[in-house]
Structure formats: C-alpha cells, structure tokens
C-alpha cells in the first residue's frame, strides 16, 4: 500500500513559478512509476507529466512542455513538479499518481495508475 501527499499548492500571477512535491510513504516508491494529473472546474482529470522508476526517463503533455519539468528523489520518497511560466489556464487540482506494476511504459491516461494523492489546488491569477 502506498500513500501520496501533495503539497506546495497556492495561488500566483501569470509568469510565476511554483513547485508541487508529493510525498509517498512505503519501502517499494523507489521501484513505481510517478506521474502529476490535474483537473479543472467542468473539466475531465487530464495527464501533466509522468517519470520512470530511475528518474531518466520522463513524459510531459504537449502543453506543459518547456515550462514545467517533473522530479524525483528516491532517498526522500518524494516527486516533485517544478511549473514555471505560469498561465490561468494551468489553475487546477493537481493530482499525484503511482503506478505500481513496475512497467516500463509510462501512462498517459489515470487508468494506469492505481494509487492517488489527494490533491493540491494552483491557481493562476491573470
């Protein structure tokens, strides 16, 4: 069993900066694969960015990339999502997920993901 805490959530203008940590309790974290989904008002959960077990292989959604960057520290049990250039539009739940089957895939969509942190609010003020 594995349990996720999101944390670092706030609200900042347009072009700011904030970093999401979640942080997972359990000896095995070091072996899943991580990923950040959000979910916007009226919207369906939608996928951020994903990052294998080792931490050198990464997914990002198109419109994410260049502006945010996820991360992870095995020592501390801990995932981190650096967002930069922030937008309104990036206000959102945000979500941390676990993948537990030890793939070598990286999921894109939350059916690959089987553990769920309870999330953390951004929200980007234009």
């Known amino acids: 069993q594995v349990q996720l805490v999101e944390s670092g959530g706030g609200l900042v203008q347009a072009g700011g900066s904030l970093r999401l940590s979640c942080a997972a309790s359990?000896?095995?974290?070091?072996?899943?694969?991580m990923a950040w989904f959000r979910q916007a008002p009226g919207k369906e959960r939608e996928f951020v960015a994903a990052?294998?077990?080792?931490?050198?292989?990464?997914s990002d959604a198109d419109s994410v990339k260049g502006r945010f960057t996820i991360s992870r520290d095995n020592a501390k049990n801990t995932v981190y999502l650096q967002m930069n250039s922030l937008k309104p539009e990036d206000t959102a739940v945000y979500y941390c997920?676990?993948?537990?089957?030890?793939?070598?895939?990286?999921?894109?969509?939350?059916?690959?993901?089987?553990?769920w942190g309870q999330g953390t609010q951004v929200t980007v003020s234009s």
């Open positions: 997920a676990a993948d537990s089957k030890r793939t070598v895939v990286l999921h894109t969509t939350d059916r690959g993901y089987d553990y």
């Open positions: 359990g000896r095995t974290f070091r072996s899943y694969a």
């Open positions: 990052i294998n077990w080792s931490g050198d292989r990464t």
